[in-house]
T-cell receptor, first 114, second 113 residues
Framework: AQSVTQLGSHVSVSEGALVLLRCNYS??????LFWYVQYPNQGLQLLLK??????LVKGINGFEAEFKKSETSFHLTKPSAHMSDAAEYFC????????????FGSGTQLTVLP | KAGVTQTPRYLIKTRGQQVTLSCSPI?????VSWYQQTPGQGLQFLFE???????NKGNFPGRFSGRQFSNSRSEMNVSTLELGDSALYLC????????????FGPGTRLLVL
């Protein structure tokens, strides 16, 4: 069985500060990991995806994430927050019985303070 | 390429009614998955269709069903609606190959009164 834990349901940062959103996963098989972002009243937009090609994954809008197998983590970072980054962020894992079924974390609401 | 489209965007129903939601995947995508998003349970996988066949199913009661047409468009049906079915229903499409990215539509927000 697979699972994802996102630490911190709400994170607040100041504009220009580092963004760090935490994700830990559990998987019995080599995982594929994703970060999605959801803006109000919208669907999910893919930020980045880990597929074992490289442990440091760069995504859109300046986000990146590092896969650490020893820590079973896939934390999302951005060096400098922008007001437009305010949204809800979801970490997800796929693999196992159905590689196309995504298991999501509970989400982290990011607030960016001026 | 046009993205995933879902209709309707908003829906209000009463308990006991049934509802059908529609999803049109990205052109060329043959896999459509459905997810339910609620504040209490988060994002949960409902089922996946590929080439008109249900390929995978989540842990939802039989009131939730779906189908896929030959043009890959998919519909999801919920019968005998309950208050707890109020949610955002998201559809995602992909090529259908393992580990391929799923692209999500804007969702249909269902309110059951």
């Amino acid at each position: 069985a697979q699972s994802v834990t996102q630490l911190g349901s709400h994170v607040s940062v100041s504009e220009g500060a580092l963004v760090l959103l935490r994700c830990n996963y559990s998987s019995s098989v080599p995982p594929y990991l994703f970060w999605y972002v959801q803006y109000p009243n919208q669907g999910l937009q893919l930020l980045l995806k880990y597929t074992s090609a490289a442990t440091l994954v760069k995504g859109i809008n300046g986000f990146e994430a590092e896969f650490k197998k020893s820590e079973t983590s896939f934390h999302l970072t951005k060096p400098s927050a922008h007001m437009s980054d305010a949204a809800e962020y979801f970490c997800a894992v796929s693999g196992g019985g159905s590689a196309r079924q995504l298991t999501f974390g509970s989400g982290t609401q990011l607030t960016v303070l001026p | 390429k046009a993205g995933v489209t879902q209709t309707p965007r908003y829906l209000i129903k009463t308990r006991g009614q049934q509802v059908t939601l529609s999803c049109s995947p990205i052109s060329g995508h043959r896999s459509v998955s459905w997810y339910q998003q609620t504040p209490g349970q988060g994002l949960q996988f409902l089922f996946e269709y590929f080439s008109e066949t249900q390929r995978n199913k989540g842990n939802f009661p039989g009131r939730f069903s779906g189908r896929q047409f030959s043009n890959s468009r998919s519909e999801m049906n919920v019968s005998t609606l309950e208050l707890g079915d109020s949610a955002l229903y998201l559809c995602a499409s992909s090529t259908g190959h393992n580990q391929e990215t799923q692209y999500f539509g804007p969702g249909t927000r269902l309110l059951v009164l």
